[in-house]
């Protein structure tokens, strides 16, 4: 234990040295302050829907608390009032038992996207043309959205932390000096574990508070950000591993987290039957685990399968990466 607190102390040091390394530690917080100032104005929309009063007794209820509608008399007028010059979109029954969404085709891009994320939330996925995850609430929660995002990447801020400090290591000789000292492998890999599962466990919150997420369940989000950890710990030891250089460091991060962040993303994009081609990514079962918790409000009954899954997919890349791993770092 001593010889962990040693080296988590040089790491702090390190840290409070480079302007590099204290930036990454504290990019949760920053992130969630920066998306903050934005969503207020993305959670107050002044995009108008249009329906028309054949429309009206279905949908008039159905989504009046979730936007401004204005009702028209046909169709030819949904289409005239569409074009004018303010953000409105069109609802019509598409003729197959489902509704579309009608838009001039110049609108900003959340005028496209609100209207359709409104219409599945508040009639069903099943009448309208797109899928998307149901929402829960009585608002679409878009701060819930962003919070699972945040929440799935500060385990992996903490790896792009690790893997400097593994590539500081590397460059400065540490590496070479640790592998003749009593530490030994098991405790430098242990001690760059605990570095991300501990930092993870509390900026995890910290982010969030930060975000206005409040009322998150304290013990799911632990125990879903611990055992998106491991996949975390196996990227970093991975990118501190293939780089030679804090610059090929960076380098390899930008193109790690586009790996990581695709399958949420991807989630979100393909329908659900598509979902399957992701199942093997843990960074897929990570984010849905998050999102059950945070946007879905679900319980351990609920989101404990995306928990399994995470933990046995990164048990088994890092029982597949292991040996390579060994090989690449210089510790005895």
Partial sequence: MKKIIALLKRDFISTTRDAMLLYVVMAPIIIGLGVRLFLSAIGSSSTNLIITQADAPVLQEALAPY???????DETALEQRVLAIDNAAGIINDGQGGYAVVLQGNEPAETALLPEMVLRYALGEHLV?????QLAGTTVPYRDWVGAFIALTVPFIASIAMALFIIEDKETGMLYTLSVSPLGKGTYILTRGLFVMGYSLVMVYVALLVLGITGAPVLPVLAMT???SLAAILFGFVIGSLSASQVAGLANMKFGFLVIL??????LVLPSAYHAALYWVPFFWAFEGF???LVQGGSW???WPSLLWTIVSSMAFIAILAPWLKKRLVVS
């Fill in 226 to 228: 611990a055992a998106c």
């Fill in 262 to 267: 695709a399958p949420a993303i991807l989630s």
């Fill in 129 to 133: 043309n797109a899928e998307i995850t």
């Fill in 301 to 303: 009954a609920t989101f």
């Fill in 291 to 293: 999102r059950e918790i």
């Fill in 67 to 73: 936007a401004r509608l204005q009702i028209v008399a």
